[in-house]
């Protein structure tokens, strides 16, 4: 059953498919909206909504976040951010995913909640109180201090008979998965930057020579013209179309990567169509506003003006036409490494502090100055959409921004390329984007704790209908080590994005850039990814078609279980497999709950090595570096394609 309370004036977001009938009358403050059997009731306050938990409920859900697959014990904010530390203190990653649910101990006691809003909302789950539960919309500053007036969003109060039932009827609501193309569950290599068509081709001669699996070859903002939206360097990727064909015939599909910011440059199509038609985010007076990204000096495209989308998305052909079939489209949240405006402010102020001695306070104000500029909250503030024909101020819609430049591209390829499938994720998201795109776990770092961060985050995700995702493998940041990178493709050998990903500057990390032992190691591990890659497809698009999700805690498979519950570190995968990763540095195993008896399969590298039978309880089992262990449920089998595939058969 799913129930609607509209408080105000929502702005429509377009994250929800169904037409669910609005409840006629809403509850005042401090009332009751709905009283959830035996659990909670959920009360109206001035700015959102509050409930008890019991000591025993666990809160599951908030799509992209830090933290644990129970998201009890911390503040959580929907604000969609560039975020490259994603450390435990942080609140928001680059995308908002409202939706939460209750489980209490009993499988039908459950609940879950959709708070449908664009702007900023907080999450308040037991960390001012360890028993209460606390949603509150963050007005937008500025605006009025009566709370009551500013709580304008959509409630959806969904309750089932077992969790799984509530995300289904949840998933339901927000409509179908986006479904990726079978190739794009191949390995993915990626570099900030490949620097031109020689490196590109060196890069995949290298993984073909060793053997080494490989479907795609991901191009950084490097391959544009000075960093312009839908141009190709004309000196370092001069033979681009020939490139992409060539790449073709290996079997490589080379992923391009799009910008938010467009370049202010005249004689740059892309930014003169745009002027001349008024498709830039505005400020104030009505002029264009102007941001600092890559190329320096760049406009928004008003992604959520429906004519300027399409505009944009149209774009996208430019490298259709070169044969591209996929796309990221990155820095949408959107990330701003300045605005003109504020540079101007902070260059002017910070020369007040030159020949100041820098004591304490000064010294700490002067560098706060210098690092408030990039994505500085006033500059949100300070331009203007054309949303359904209404001038709207960019922070009250901050959080539709990547989802709607995501669904221009993906409205333009129904539109131009209509019988083919393109790859498409982005950054930056909503509730809703689910529908037209997938995502990237963003800008993690080569810790062992984002290993683990990637792991926690599946389910999440999933619940939110964001199935076609994957981490950075090996860490984005930082340099990483071989176990590391061994460790996280045992475990994004299961994420149907598999993408091995760093920045500049950081140690290189393609395969067979390690010592020949751990390159083998690598080796033989993405190559059973291959081997898995028939029960993963399938369990990928059964979930996106029936509203499913592919990864789960094992409390949602097991519900009565009081064991499989407070797992945080195993995933239910598909209907046949369970995965319990090693994510701690020199580790050669780790203690496993088995929730129902299971047969394990142990392979080292691809090869299938051992098959045990284990009965329900804890156990510990050995797991060495280049060995993976899946565990099979009792009544189910685990199919697995022939050894020796270097990419995807279509
Ligand atoms: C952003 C992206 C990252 C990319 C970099 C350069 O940080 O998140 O993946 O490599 O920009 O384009």
Redesign the pocket.
């Known amino acids: 059953m799913i129930r609607r309370f509209t408080f105000g004036n929502p702005i429509p977001t377009e994250a929800v498919v169904l037409n669910i009938e609005k409840r006629k009358a809403v509850p005042p403050i401090d009332e009751s909206i709905a009283v959830m059997d035996g659990m909670a009731e959920i009360k109206r306050t001035v700015n959102g909504f509050i409930m008890k938990m019991r000591d025993e409920d666990i809160v599951y859900g908030l799509g992209e976040n830090v933290r644990g697959i129970n998201k009890r014990g911390w503040v959580y904010e929907s604000n969609n951010s560039?975020e490259?530390k994603h450390e435990e203190t942080r609140k928001s990653l680059y995308g908002s995913h409202n939706f939460i649910v209750i489980a209490g101990e009993k499988p039908s006691e459950n609940y879950g909640l959709f708070i449908d809003t664009p702007g900023k909302v907080r999450f308040d789950i037991g960390y001012s109180k360890y028993d209460e539960l606390k949603i509150e919309v963050i007005p937008a500053d500025g605006d009025s201090e009566d709370y009551t007036s500013e709580l304008n969003l959509d409630l959806y109060i969904i309750e089932e008979d077992t969790v799984l039932k509530t995300v289904k009827s949840f998933r339901g609501l927000v409509g179908k998965s986006y479904i990726a193309p079978k190739w794009a569950f191949g390995y993915g290599q990626?570099?900030?930057?490949y620097m031109s068509s020689d490196e590109v081709r060196e890069v995949v001669k290298k993984h073909r020579d060793n053997h080494i699996p490989l479907d795609s070859l991901y191009l950084?903002?490097d391959y544009m013209d000075d960093f312009m939206d839908f141009t190709i360097n004309p000196d370092t990727f001069a033979d681009f179309k020939e490139l992409v064909e060539d790449m073709k015939k290996e079997h490589i599909h080379l992923v391009p990567?799009i910008?938010a910011g467009v370049k202010v440059k005249e004689g740059y199509k892309v930014y003169d169509e745009g002027v001349q038609n008024g498709y830039f985010c505005k400020d104030e007076n009505g002029e264009d506003f102007i941001v600092g990204v890559?190329p320096g000096k760049c406009v928004l495209p008003d992604m959520l003006n429906d004519e300027a989308r399409a505009w944009f998305g149209n774009w996208y052909k430019v490298l259709l036409d070169l044969g591209i079939d996929g796309f990221?489209n990155?820095?949408n949240e959107p990330?701003l490494f300045y605005s003109e405006k504020r540079l101007k402010k902070v260059f002017d102020e910070i020369g007040e502090y030159k020949n100041k001695n820098l004591d304490v306070n000064t010294f700490f104000e002067f560098s706060e100055l210098a690092g408030s500029i990039a994505n500085n909250p006033e500059d949100y503030k300070s331009f203007y959409h054309n949303y359904k024909g209404q001038k709207i101020r960019h922070d009250k819609v901050h959080n539709l921004f990547g989802y709607y430049m995501t669904r221009s591209a993906s409205e333009a390829f129904k539109r131009l390329v209509p019988d083919k499938n393109i790859l498409m994720y982005s950054?930056s998201s909503y509730i809703g984007m689910h529908r037209y795109a997938g995502i990237?776990q963003?800008?993690n770092r080569a810790f062992w704790s984002h290993l683990l961060m990637n792991i926690q985050m599946m389910p999440s995700l999933n619940m939110c209908g964001f199935l076609y995702t994957g981490a950075?493998l090996g860490g984005?940041g930082d340099d990483t080590t071989s176990d590391l990178m061994i460790r996280w493709l045992s475990f994004g050998i299961f994420t149907p994005l598999m993408r091995n990903?760093s920045?500049?500057g950081t140690r290189r990390q393609e395969v067979y850039q390690f010592d020949s032992k751990s390159m083998d190691m690598m080796s033989g591990i993405i190559s059973l990814r291959y081997r898995l890659i028939h029960y993963l497809y399938d369990a990928y698009t059964k979930a996106c078609e029936q509203d499913e999700m592919m990864f789960r805690p094992l409390g949602m498979d097991y519900p009565s279980d009081k064991d499989a519950r407070r797992v945080e570190d195993q995933l239910m995968i598909g209907d046949a497999i369970m995965v319990a990763p090693v994510y701690t540095q020199n580790a050669t195993g780790r203690s496993v709950y088995i929730p129902e008896n299971m047969t394990m399969l142990r392979f080292k590298g691809a090869e299938l090595v051992e098959k045990t039978s284990l009965t329900k309880g804890h156990t510990f089992i050995d797991m060495p570096l280049g060995e993976v262990c899946i565990f099979v449920r009792e009544d189910k089998e685990l199919k697995l394609a022939d050894a020796g595939a270097e990419y995807v058969e279509e």
């Open positions: 560039d490259p990626s570099r900030w930057s950084d903002i990567i910008d890559w990221w990155d820095m990330a950054r990237w963003g800008d950075d984005f990903h920045a500049r």
